[in-house]
């Protein structure tokens, strides 16, 4: 009954934080009521982005919940908003945020909203804007 037998160990920064956010969104579906916060770890000698860069949010489509990654080639205050299509800011992830260089996961609940699609805008300090789109489906 105490299920300690399962251990996973995962070496891997990135992969262990997008594990953890798979597990915590299918907990929640499951009726947990545990809050799981990802961390961001990077990994000793990884390479440094040279570009920032916005990846696509996964899943996409989503329901309510899905991962957003960025990464930054050095430590940059960032905002990242969502917006609906009728350009309406709908919800702030990250506000001012100081982030290091590397890689970044932030999770985005949705379930107050409604199915649609939904713009995601990353705006770094020295004036980058990133772009991509996404579908929530209720």
């Keep these: 009954t105490l299920n300690d ?3 996973l160990i995962i070496y891997n920064g990135r992969v262990a934080n997008e594990f ?3 597990f915590a969104a299918r907990y929640t579906q499951a009726g ?10 990077v990994d000793e000698g990884a390479e440094l982005p040279e570009t920032v860069t916005l990846n696509q949010n996964y899943p996409n489509p989503f329901n309510p919940t899905t991962t957003i990654r960025f990464q ?12 609906d ?9 990250a506000e001012n945020r100081g982030f290091s260089s590397g890689e970044h996961t932030l999770m985005f609940d949705a379930s107050n909203l409604s199915s649609g699609m939904y713009i995601y805008q990353l ?3 020295n004036g ?3 772009t991509r789109k996404m ?3 209720k």
Excluded: C, K, W
């Design 123 to 125: 705006r770094i300090d």
């Design 85 to 93: 299509i009728m350009g309406r800011r709908v919800a702030t992830l």
């Design 72 to 83: 930054l080639n050095s430590g940059q205050s960032v905002t990242l908003d969502i917006y």
């Design 32 to 41: 947990g009521q545990d809050v799981f916060i990802p961390v961001s770890v």
């Design 20 to 22: 953890l956010q798979e």
């Design 5 to 7: 037998e399962n251990t």
């Design 128 to 130: 980058q804007t990133l």
């Design 135 to 137: 579908m929530l489906v």
